[in-house]
């Protein structure tokens, strides 16, 4: 009998800024750019570029409110979904490693 595969990390979500990212944008609804740049801190640049990596994945969607330069962020379902299998998978991958020796 052949064991179920394992969940396997997330090549994507490997980066720690871009995990920062869905972490908080898995725990709400919707968040504004500043909330999320505050609280992953990044610059604005570095959270747009992370941002723009994920949306070409599909994992994030952005909208803006309005006619105000205010931008909306969000968690696509594809996203949330690809945010718990890799956090599943690296629990999996934490339970099989043997603990270090002194």
């Keep these: 009998m052949t064991a179920a595969p394992r969940p396997a990390p997330d090549r994507l979500l490997t980066d720690p800024a871009r995990l920062a990212i869905m972490s908080v944008l ?11 740049r505050g609280s992953v801190g990044l610059s604005e640049t570095a959270l747009s570029r992370h941002l723009d990596a994920l949306n070409g994945s599909a994992y994030q969607r952005r909208e803006r409110l309005g006619r105000s330069p205010r931008i909306s962020v969000h968690a696509t379902d594809a996203g949330r979904d690809r945010f718990h299998h890799h956090v599943e998978g690296l629990h999996e991958l934490a339970e099989h490693t043997p603990p270090a020796s002194s």
């Design 26 to 36: 898995c725990s709400v609804d919707w968040c504004d750019f500043a909330f999320l």
